[in-house]
């Protein structure tokens, strides 16, 4: 998708704007509380979810008033279209002028990632926010994913309320048998499409990731099976399990256990990772995770990089805004110095919600 034109009304704090992007890079640059963020999610909107700062969609309209409204003019299949999204206490969309059931009906047809800087958790964080990245990156491009996904974690219940009663009552074993059967059967398929999603962003974000820290690091991901790295089938490891897991009243082997592995030069980049190369890994995934999705879809999403500079050193930066070719990239920053070290696209300074410079390069 490439962002032709967005217009903003009533949304956060903006009362009116327009923004006619390049379809490269984009820097929006402006001081603290601005507009900036405001700006980056009416666009993330477009892409069917929900904010990715977690708002409800009630605080997007602009206090004081009654509702607000989005405008997109984009180019996605090859074709341009246009998109509206209203929103008051909820968000409603209409895509070429046909109203849609809900503004879900928008996901697959305006493609965007977005990396807020919540995304480093991704790196900092235990694994279930890695499980939660991979699964909705697979979600975005394959939608048979979210229904697997449910009825994996649905299994997984059940399991661990009958664990706590078999005790009690032995003759809820031959159940245990039933679900156990059935959890094995939906993890493998989970572990299937992860696994061939994971061989997909492995090169991608490596190659990314090589681009940044010009060839001198060496990031690699790999997917960690809990207990299951041997190529044990899923099937027995529920088995040799079980005894504990009925101890012990939980599942303990799985998909829903599951990690990605990110080193850098071979050490743990969530333990020994500097602040700067825990942002790389973080922004070479959300990269990689929009290359996957141009592989998989055809349709080149929007990147959305919200925040991502600070940290980083001026290689970094400089491959953020002069490197990445043929993406339409979004990027804020603080910093106007940031903006005279851009070779191409446009420039954008906010102040206050309103734009007070628009500039090409
Ligand atoms: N519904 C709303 N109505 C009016 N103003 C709002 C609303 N929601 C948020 N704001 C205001 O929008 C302002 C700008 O927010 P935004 O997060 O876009 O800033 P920013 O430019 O990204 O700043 P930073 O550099 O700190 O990240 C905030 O000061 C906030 O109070
Ligand atoms: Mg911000």
Redesign the pocket.
């Known amino acids: 998708m490439t962002v032709n034109r967005i217009e903003y009304k009533n949304?956060?704090?903006?009362e009116t704007l327009t923004l006619e992007p390049s379809d490269g890079v984009n820097v929006i640059y402006?001081?603290?509380?601005?507009?900036?963020?405001?700006?980056?999610?009416g666009i993330w909107l477009f892409s069917g979810l929900k904010s990715f700062?977690g708002?409800k969609d009630a605080?997007?309209?602009?206090?004081?008033?009654g509702f607000?409204r989005l405008k997109m003019d984009f180019s996605a299949g090859g074709r341009d279209q246009k998109a509206e999204i209203t929103v008051d206490a909820r968000r409603k969309a209409k895509l070429n002028g046909v109203e849609l059931p809900s503004c879900a009906g928008l996901m697959g047809k305006c493609s965007a990632v977005v990396f807020s800087p919540t995304f480093l958790n991704i790196v900092k964080n235990g694994p279930e926010e890695r499980r939660r990245f991979l699964d909705a990156a697979i979600c975005q491009v394959k939608p048979a994913y979210a229904p697997l996904l449910a009825s994996y974690h649905r299994l997984v219940k059940q399991r661990n309320s009958l664990l706590r009663d078999v005790q009690f009552e032995s003759s809820l074993l031959d159940m245990l048998d039933v679900i156990d059967e059935r959890l094995a059967d939906a993890g493998e398929a989970l572990i299937r499409e992860r696994s061939s999603y994971i061989e997909r962003l492995i090169p991608a974000a490596k190659a990314i990731h090589d681009g940044f820290s010009g060839g001198k690091e060496e990031m690699t991901l790999a997917y960690l099976r809990k207990n299951g790295n041997s190529g044990k089938p899923l099937r027995e490891l529920i088995k040799e399990n079980r005894r504990n897991d009925i101890l012990g009243r939980t599942t303990s082997v799985g998909p829903h256990r599951d990690d990605i592995d990110i080193k850098i030069n071979g050490i743990s980049a969530r333990s020994f990772g500097s602040q700067g190369q825990q942002r790389s890994c973080a922004v070479a995934l959300k990269l990689g995770e929009a290359a996957v999705m141009k592989q998989i879809t055809g349709e080149q999403p929007a990147v959305l990089l919200?925040?991502v500079m600070s940290e980083l050193d001026s290689g970094r930066q400089d491959y953020i805004l002069n490197h990445i070719k043929g993406w339409q990239v979004f990027i804020?920053c603080?910093e106007p110095s940031t903006v005279l070290r851009m070779c191409g696209g446009k420039t954008f300074h906010?102040h206050s919600?309103e734009l007070t410079k628009a500039e090409e390069n």
């Open positions: 949304y956060r704090n903006i402006g001081e603290n509380a601005q507009g900036k963020t405001n700006l980056m999610e700062r708002a605080e997007l309209v602009r206090f004081g008033c607000g919200d925040d804020t603080c906010i919600g």
